[in-house]
């Protein structure tokens, strides 16, 4: 089946950058999400990007998609506190009008 | 964020008696689904619908049933719950076209003893 791939764990300072990496397998992938989970709560959709683009920015979210690469990339400008927690990456199977296939997930941990 | 609640949040059982998690939405979205998540699984889905009545198993359906009476309820049995079932469950909807964007609930925390 298809699978998704990310980091288990990233640790950041405050105000730095966070770089949240996934690979996926499904080159016929149509949409790729990225979700925020924070501790006791559902996940919520932080931004999604087409298949068909390099690059969304979203204030202080930029995600970079690399399909030659498989490749998918969530960047946090000036990382804060209330940035921790756990970010999910999901790919939209290709051919498929529902199913989503999630990563394991990455911690992320910002220190003062 | 979209109207989506679970009940109930919270459930703690002894193995072998039988539960029933519900999910509700306002969205009127067709789609709905199960997921359960563990340490070091991530997401896994568990049964899903794509409409009244209409539903199909997912990646860990075992031991799972469900049913979709009406567009806005979508309910997961445990016909005996087991301890491996001890897991936090969310309910996830989504509407067919466009971005094809999931929504979440908030989640039911489950322990079986």
């Known amino acids: 089946g298809e699978d998704v791939e990310q980091s288990l764990f990233l640790s950041v300072r405050e105000g730095d950058s966070s770089v949240i990496n996934c690979t996926y397998t499904?080159?016929?992938?149509?949409?790729l999400y990225w979700y925020k989970q924070e501790p006791g709560a559902g996940l919520q959709l932080l931004t999604y990007?087409?298949?068909?683009?390099d690059m969304k920015q979203d204030q202080r979210l930029t995600v970079l998609l690399n399909k030659k690469d498989k490749h998918l990339s969530l960047r946090i400008a000036d990382t804060q506190t209330g940035d921790s927690a756990i970010y999910f990456c999901?790919?939209?199977?290709?051919?498929?009008?529902?199913?989503?296939?999630f990563g394991k997930g990455t911690l992320l941990t910002v220190n003062p | 964020d979209a109207g989506i609640t679970q009940s109930p949040r919270h459930k703690v059982t002894e193995t072998g008696t039988p539960v029933t998690l519900r999910c509700h939405q306002t969205?009127?979205?067709?789609?709905m689904y199960w997921y359960r998540q563990d340490p070091g699984h991530g997401l896994r889905l568990i049964h899903y619908?794509?409409?009244?009545?209409?539903?199909d198993k997912g990646e860990v359906s075992d031991g799972y049933s469900v049913s979709r009476s009406k567009t806005e309820d979508f309910l997961l049995t445990l016909e005996s719950a087991t301890s491996s079932q001890t897991s936090v469950y969310f309910c996830?909807?989504?509407?067919?076209?466009?971005?094809?964007?999931?929504?979440f609930g908030p989640g039911t925390r489950l322990t079986v003893l």
């Open positions: 996830a909807i989504s509407e067919q076209g466009g971005t094809d964007t999931q929504y």
């Open positions: 499904d080159s016929s992938s149509t949409y």
């Open positions: 990007i087409f298949s068909n683009m």
């Open positions: 999901a790919e939209k199977e290709g051919g498929s009008n529902y199913k989503l296939t």
């Open positions: 969205e009127n979205h067709r789609y």
């Open positions: 619908s794509y409409g009244v009545k209409d539903t």
